[in-house]
């Protein structure tokens, strides 16, 4: 069993907990920088929350696959 295995089932249980990880870690950065970019923090905040949801998909619509 690989360290990689099962990842997927532990991001679902704790779905809850990165989501919110996320939006304090955007949080932080606008307040450190004045909101100046925080159409980019959005962007990459809505980017991890389609990766944590399943949707597998950036901001490319290409599905990234991994060759082993």
Same mark, same amino acid.
């Given at each position: 069993?690989?360290?990689?295995?099962?990842?997927? &089932?532990?991001?679902?249980?704790?779905?809850?907990?990165? &989501?919110?990880?996320?939006?304090?870690?955007?949080? +932080? @950065?606008?307040?450190?920088?004045?909101?100046? +970019?925080?159409?980019? @923090?959005?962007? *990459?905040?809505?980017?991890?929350?389609?990766? @944590?949801? *399943?949707?597998?998909?950036?901001?490319? *619509?290409?599905?990234?696959?991994?060759?082993?």
């Amino acid at each position: 069993m690989g360290v990689l295995d099962g990842m997927g &089932d532990q991001i679902a249980k704790h779905k809850d907990k990165i &989501d919110g990880a996320v939006e304090q870690g955007g949080d +932080y @950065v606008d307040s450190k920088t004045d909101n100046k +970019y925080a159409d980019h @923090v959005d962007k *990459g905040q809505d980017y991890l929350r389609d990766k @944590v949801s *399943g949707q597998g998909e950036g901001q490319d *619509g290409h599905t990234e696959t991994r060759q082993t």
